[in-house]
């Protein structure tokens, strides 16, 4: 069965700080994954997607994600997050249907 | 180009009472999935349509269906409503040609009482 695991539900990060959001994926096939962003009360919006080809993928805002086929992992990095970065961030695979992580909660600490 | 919109934006309804939620995707893109966010279980996926077709479906009760039309507008229902439906309903629309993400609408956040 496919599905993607988010392992940490809250991380608290102090501003202009590194941060790093991890996500694990299970899937016997050939995965697309990507990272959406929500602010409160609002829709996702998507930071970045992997496909195929370079594994290290820049997105919006100056997030990056590298994808490890070995460790089936897709982990979200930004080398200095903002105020304004405080959101839940989700992680999600698509196989025939998307599938959502449970969601990270980063809060960033001034 | 425009969003996805998602019509009501907020709805209060009582229990045993039904809902009909509107999505209008992306212009072009043919693919709209509803998504259910609550809480205490995330983001989950309630079912896809494609041309008009009921392509996926997730895991949900059959009070919960939907429809799309042939200008790829879609519409979710819940019948007999229960308090645990109060969720902020989310639709998506995506177009293979642009790499298979999903766009997403601002949501309906729907309150049973």
């Known amino acids: 069965a496919q599905s993607v695991t988010q392992l940490d539900s809250q991380v608290p990060v102090f501003e202009e700080a590194p941060v790093e959001l991890r996500c694990n994926y299970s899937s016997s096939v050939s995965v697309y994954l990507f990272w959406y962003v929500q602010y409160p009360n609002q829709g996702l919006q998507l930071l970045l997607k992997?496909?195929?080809?370079?594994?290290l993928v820049k997105g919006i805002n100056g997030f990056e994600a590298e994808f490890n086929k070995s460790q089936t992992s897709f982990h979200l990095r930004k080398p200095s997050v903002h105020i304004s970065d405080t959101a839940e961030y989700f992680c999600?695979?698509?196989?025939?249907?998307?599938?959502f992580g449970t969601g990270t909660s980063l809060t960033v600490i001034p | 180009k425009a969003g996805v919109t998602q019509t009501p934006r907020y709805l209060i309804k009582t229990r045993g009472q039904q809902v009909t939620l509107s999505c209008s995707p992306i212009s072009g893109h043919r693919s709209v999935s509803w998504y259910q966010q609550t809480p205490g279980q995330g983001l989950q996926f309630l079912f896809e349509?494609?041309?008009?077709?009921?392509?996926n479906k997730g895991n949900f009760p059959g009070r919960f269906s939907g429809r799309q039309f042939s200008n790829s507008r879609s519409e979710m229902n819940v019948s007999t409503l229960e308090l645990g439906d109060s969720a902020l309903y989310l639709c998506?629309?995506?177009?293979?040609?642009?790499?298979?993400?999903?766009?997403f609408g601002p949501g309906t956040r729907l309150t049973v009482t």
């Open positions: 992997y496909l195929s080809g370079s594994t």
């Open positions: 349509y494609f041309s008009e077709t009921q392509r």
């Open positions: 998506a629309s995506s177009a293979r040609a642009e790499g298979y993400e999903q766009y």
């Open positions: 999600a695979g698509e196989i025939y249907q998307f599938y």
